[in-house]
């Protein structure tokens, strides 16, 4: 498969779309609006990564981990395995072209009909989402290439280990449906892809070209169809002008350390998709809400970890092989992440339970963060000096282990109910938090809990909860499936967005922002107690025809070339860059004098950054040969960057130049 990113100099200063991220939803909106025969752009924070560049050793794992945390950013900001650890729940996201269906189990499975009766769905939805989202489904399913594993898979271990976990609660183990190749074979985009290897090593990437990621459907056929691509790009703000476009401005994140007096630039579309996750969507629309945006008050409220639960039987009675093979061939096959589940109804609502698998690369790691877990706050039974002894003896053989002993008789399990979906993304001091008190604390995670700790004993194990609760971080708990923070609503006042996905301008009525679009979990007014992505792909593939007949764009004759760009849209050139940042504080109280208007603005909390950026290329031809240098922004102003943060003056008088 051909690289499909370009470098930043060949994007073009304007597009019809520009869609932000590349997961579900940015995958979707791509491919769907490119194949309308619109100039597409897309901007992704991570790197382009193909199968064999996945980390399949703790060295290379490590690497490819990076963390928020409220104190500050570690490791690389292009770092696959994404952490962010906010001050009550921790959430993992992909970062990489692709975006989290790169390091998810890539579980193909359809929300509840019952979901959809909710009042928080928008009236379009409520009471018949499943029913509209029916033809959507189908066609997500058609590309993402989802399918049932092979009737061998039963005989795994794990899925034997939890049939038994299965009878104990009163219930039975049904398939799982996968977004997972079983056979060699072309995809429905055009890529070869090759058989599953049941190595078991999904969630740090699929390096045997067997996994149905966004990277082998939607964007491969996006950039056949004339969109252009560009990694590690992180979109900060969007902003409306006055011709009606949208201003983004962005961060190259691959110059950015060298050089950061190069670290904002812009790009002018007709249309924006964010689709940068339920975290990176928020962000980027609560930023641009400092910079003066109009947006609904709801904007980061009503955020959920879908009711998500990690938990694990330690030291069963029995080998679960639930370690990937990491870089040792498959003799003994693990299986794909997850295979296969448990369905409960309880009168609290659904309970899906799932068993997982450890990559190879992290195989290690947890064997000795599970028998630290059992010895600080296992469950088996097991009392006083008994307990103590048989802890420490697992501790000990775990950590020297990777797929024997303790670690090679432990299940992971992935649960999945629902939640209350009170939480709150919020920036603080330019950085995304999760505000969510006592969220470990819901009776609903005690019932999980209770209801795996069944599932363990069943299996003669010590009942391991989610480890993050001794975490040096502090957070209390980990969700791999955040939703929420741009909730869809019937106005302004129920939701951030409307059923097109369409953001709402201003905090009430129904007037929306014309071409600016959220179309990824960030949406998803609800938790869905089962995994997302197929709902979340539905939504995209929705949200994309409604905006392809309400702007009625016609596809492009069959056999036509990829689409041209728009006039605006040149070719990138050989020129100078100059950006100037001036930053300080500002005060509408004091006109005459700037530095007491600078100590009444700090006073008052009022800080303000202006971003000046301005372009001169030399064009390649013609002009270039004549020593011709114009100003690219000759059609119209040049990105003059103005970002009032969180200050109480939303009128901001004329600013004097200087540093």
């Given at each position: 498969?051909?690289r499909?990113?370009?470098p930043?100099?060949?994007?073009?200063?304007?597009y019809?779309?520009?869609?932000?991220?590349?997961?579900?939803?940015g995958?979707?909106?791509?491919?769907?609006?490119?194949?309308?025969?619109?100039?597409?752009?897309?901007?992704?924070?991570?790197?382009?990564?193909?199968?064999?560049?996945?980390?399949?050793?703790?060295?290379?794992?490590?690497?490819?981990?990076?963390?928020?945390?409220?104190?500050?950013?570690?490791g690389?900001?292009?770092?696959?395995?994404?952490?962010?650890?906010?001050?009550?729940?921790?959430?993992?996201?992909?970062?990489?072209?692709?975006?989290?269906?790169?390091?998810?189990?890539?579980?193909?499975?359809?929300?509840?009909?019952?979901?959809?009766?909710?009042?928080r769905?928008?009236?379009?939805?409520?009471?018949?989402?499943?029913?509209?989202?029916?033809?959507?489904?189908?066609?997500?399913?058609?590309?993402?290439?989802?399918?049932?594993?092979?009737?061998?898979?039963?005989?795994?271990?794990?899925?034997?280990?939890?049939?038994?976990?299965?009878?104990?609660?009163?219930?039975?183990?049904?398939?799982?449906?996968?977004?997972?190749?079983?056979?060699?074979?072309?995809?429905?985009?055009?890529?070869?892809?090759?058989a599953?290897?049941?190595?078991?090593?999904?969630?740090?990437?699929?390096?045997?070209?067997a996994?149905?990621?966004?990277?082998?459907?939607?964007?491969?056929?996006?950039?056949?169809?004339?969109?252009?691509?560009?990694?590690?790009?992180?979109?900060?703000?969007?902003?409306?002008?006055?011709?009606?476009?949208?201003?983004?401005?962005?961060?190259d994140?691959?110059?950015?350390?060298?050089?950061?007096?190069?670290?904002?630039?812009?790009?002018t579309?007709?249309?924006?998709v964010?689709?940068?996750g339920?975290?990176?969507?928020?962000?980027?629309?609560?930023?641009?809400?400092?910079?003066?945006?109009?947006?609904?008050?709801?904007?980061?409220?009503?955020?959920?970890?879908?009711?998500?639960?990690?938990?694990?039987?330690?030291?069963?009675?029995?080998?679960?092989?639930?370690?990937?093979?990491?870089?040792?061939?498959?003799?003994?096959?693990v299986?794909?992440?997850?295979?296969a589940?448990?369905?409960?109804?309880t009168?609290?609502?659904?309970?899906?339970?799932?068993?997982?698998?450890?990559?190879?690369?992290?195989?290690?790691?947890?064997?000795?963060?599970?028998?630290?877990?059992?010895?600080?706050?296992?469950?088996?039974?097991?009392?006083?000096?008994?307990?103590?002894?048989?802890?420490?003896?697992?501790?000990?053989?775990?950590?020297?282990?990777?797929?024997r002993?303790?670690?090679d008789?432990?299940?992971?399990?992935?649960?999945?109910?629902?939640?209350?979906?009170?939480?709150?993304?919020?920036?603080?001091?330019?950085?995304?938090?999760?505000?969510?008190?006592?969220?470990?604390?819901?009776?609903?995670?005690?019932?999980?809990?209770?209801?795996?700790?069944?599932a363990s004993?069943a299996?003669?194990?010590?009942f391991?909860?989610n480890?993050?609760?001794?975490?040096?971080f502090?957070?209390?708990?980990?969700?791999?499936?955040?939703?929420?923070?741009?909730?869809?609503?019937?106005?302004?006042?129920?939701?951030?967005v409307?059923?097109?996905?369409?953001?709402?301008?201003?905090?009430?009525?129904?007037?929306?922002?014309?071409?600016?679009?959220?179309a990824?979990?960030?949406?998803?007014?609800?938790?869905?107690?089962?995994n997302?992505s197929?709902?979340?792909?539905?939504?995209?593939?929705?949200?994309?025809?409604?905006?392809?007949?309400?702007?009625?764009?016609?596809?492009?004759?069959?056999?036509?070339?990829?689409?041209?760009?728009?006039?605006?849209?040149?070719?990138?050139?050989?020129?100078?860059?100059?950006?100037?940042?001036?930053?300080?504080?500002?005060?509408t109280?004091?006109?005459?004098?700037y530095?007491?208007?600078?100590?009444?603005?700090?006073?008052?909390?009022s800080?303000?950054?202006?971003?000046?950026?301005?372009?001169?290329?030399?064009?390649?031809?013609?002009?270039?040969?004549?020593?011709?240098?114009?100003?690219?922004?000759r059609?119209?102003?040049?990105?003059?960057?103005?970002?009032?943060?969180?200050?109480?003056?939303?009128?901001?008088?004329?600013?004097?130049?200087?540093?």
């Amino acid at each position: 498969m051909e690289r499909m990113a370009r470098p930043t100099h060949e994007m073009h200063e304007h597009y019809d779309v520009v869609v932000v991220g590349s997961g579900y939803g940015g995958g979707i909106a791509a491919s769907r609006l490119a194949r309308a025969g619109r100039s597409v752009c897309v901007l992704e924070r991570g790197k382009e990564l193909h199968p064999g560049e996945y980390p399949d050793s703790p060295a290379s794992a490590l690497r490819q981990v990076q963390a928020q945390t409220r104190r500050g950013h570690v490791g690389s900001p292009t770092a696959l395995i994404d952490f962010n650890l906010g001050s009550d729940i921790g959430v993992v996201r992909g970062c990489g072209l692709g975006g989290t269906s790169l390091i998810n189990a890539n579980v193909a499975k359809r929300a509840e009909p019952e979901i959809f009766d909710d009042d928080r769905w928008p009236s379009e939805l409520r009471g018949n989402g499943a029913d509209v989202l029916e033809p959507y489904y189908a066609r997500a399913e058609t590309m993402l290439g989802s399918q049932y594993a092979p009737v061998s898979i039963p005989e795994l271990p794990k899925v034997r280990a939890l049939e038994a976990s299965a009878a104990a609660l009163g219930a039975t183990v049904e398939p799982a449906k996968l977004n997972v190749t079983f056979a060699d074979g072309t995809n429905a985009a055009g890529i070869e892809q090759r058989a599953c290897s049941l190595c078991g090593d999904c969630v740090t990437g699929c390096n045997h070209w067997a996994k149905n990621t966004v990277l082998m459907n939607y964007l491969p056929d996006a950039h056949r169809h004339g969109a252009h691509i560009f990694t590690e790009i992180q979109a900060r703000t969007v902003r409306k002008r006055p011709d009606g476009t949208w201003l983004i401005e962005y961060v190259d994140l691959s110059v950015a350390r060298r050089r950061p007096w190069r670290r904002t630039r812009f790009v002018t579309a007709d249309v924006v998709v964010l689709a940068a996750g339920s975290l990176g969507s928020t962000e980027i629309l609560l930023r641009s809400r400092y910079a003066g945006l109009d947006v609904s008050e709801r904007l980061g409220l009503s955020f959920t970890g879908n009711g998500d639960v990690v938990a694990f039987a330690f030291d069963t009675d029995r080998s679960v092989r639930g370690i990937g093979t990491g870089r040792e061939p498959v003799t003994d096959p693990v299986g794909t992440c997850i295979n296969a589940m448990i369905e409960l109804d309880t009168a609290e609502g659904p309970v899906l339970i799932q068993e997982g698998a450890i990559p190879g690369a992290l195989g290690r790691a947890a064997g000795g963060v599970w028998g630290l877990s059992a010895l600080a706050f296992g469950r088996d039974g097991s009392r006083g000096l008994e307990r103590v002894l048989k802890r420490l003896g697992q501790l000990v053989e775990a950590a020297f282990s990777t797929r024997r002993g303790p670690t090679d008789r432990t299940l992971t399990y992935l649960v999945m109910s629902v939640d209350d979906d009170s939480g709150e993304l919020v920036l603080e001091d330019d950085r995304l938090n999760i505000r969510w008190p006592n969220v470990s604390q819901r009776p609903v995670f005690d019932r999980l809990n209770e209801t795996v700790r069944q599932a363990s004993a069943a299996l003669g194990g010590t009942f391991v909860p989610n480890p993050i609760w001794a975490s040096p971080f502090g957070s209390t708990l980990l969700t791999v499936q955040p939703l929420g923070g741009c909730d869809m609503g019937d106005d302004a006042r129920s939701g951030v967005v409307n059923h097109k996905g369409q953001v709402f301008a201003g905090r009430t009525g129904t007037r929306v922002h014309d071409g600016l679009y959220v179309a990824d979990g960030a949406i998803v007014p609800r938790p869905l107690g089962a995994n997302p992505s197929l709902t979340i792909s539905a939504l995209a593939e929705r949200i994309c025809e409604l905006m392809i007949e309400d702007s009625r764009w016609e596809p492009p004759p069959p056999g036509s070339p990829p689409p041209a760009q728009s006039s605006s849209a040149r070719r990138a050139t050989m020129g100078l860059t100059f950006n100037d940042r001036l930053h300080g504080h500002i005060s509408t109280r004091v006109t005459g004098d700037y530095d007491q208007g600078e100590v009444i603005g700090r006073d008052e909390g009022s800080p303000i950054d202006v971003v000046v950026n301005d372009r001169l290329r030399r064009r390649r031809a013609g002009a270039a040969q004549r020593g011709d240098v114009r100003s690219p922004h000759r059609h119209g102003p040049r990105p003059i960057t103005l970002i009032a943060a969180a200050g109480r003056h939303r009128h901001v008088p004329a600013i004097r130049r200087g540093r």
